[in-house]
């Protein structure tokens, strides 16, 4: 069984940066695709950006692109999410998750992953 643990999250001011953690047991983390997604008071939960460990691909929602980049350190079994130029609308609970199927791998559609973490809220201040 896979373990994510999120970490990073805060209250932050329009402008300002914040970089996530998730922390992940197993062995075989370097082949997981792995994600972020988020989900605002009331609304369902949205892609936000995934890597792809076959060719480290990477692959953002237009709404961050340019602002945020995901990354990963396969040495400390942790990916991590560089937020910079934080917007209001920025504002919710931030998951990571990942999967062991990334063959056909629909990156932005939550039901494609096996394993999630728990959240942690980032605010951003206007």
């Known amino acids: 069984q896979v373990q994510l643990v999120e970490s990073g999250g805060g209250l932050v001011q329009a402008g300002g940066s914040l970089r996530l953690s998730c922390a992940a047991s197993?062995?075989?983390?370097?082949?997981?695709?792995m994600g972020w997604f988020r989900q605002a008071p009331g609304k369902e939960r949205t892609f936000v950006a995934a890597h792809n460990p076959s060719g480290g691909w990477t692959y953002y929602a237009d709404s961050v692109k340019g602002r945020f980049t995901i990354s990963r350190d396969n040495a400390k079994n942790t990916v991590y999410l560089q937020m910079n130029s934080l917007k209001p609308e920025d504002t919710a609970v931030y998951y990571c998750?990942?999967?062991?199927?990334?063959?056909?791998?629909?990156?932005?559609?939550?039901?494609?992953?096996?394993?999630w973490g728990q959240g942690t809220q980032v605010t951003v201040s206007s």
């Open positions: 197993g062995r075989a983390f370097s082949s997981y695709g």
């Open positions: 998750a990942g999967t062991v199927s990334i063959y056909y791998w629909d990156y932005v559609g939550p039901s494609s992953y096996d394993y």
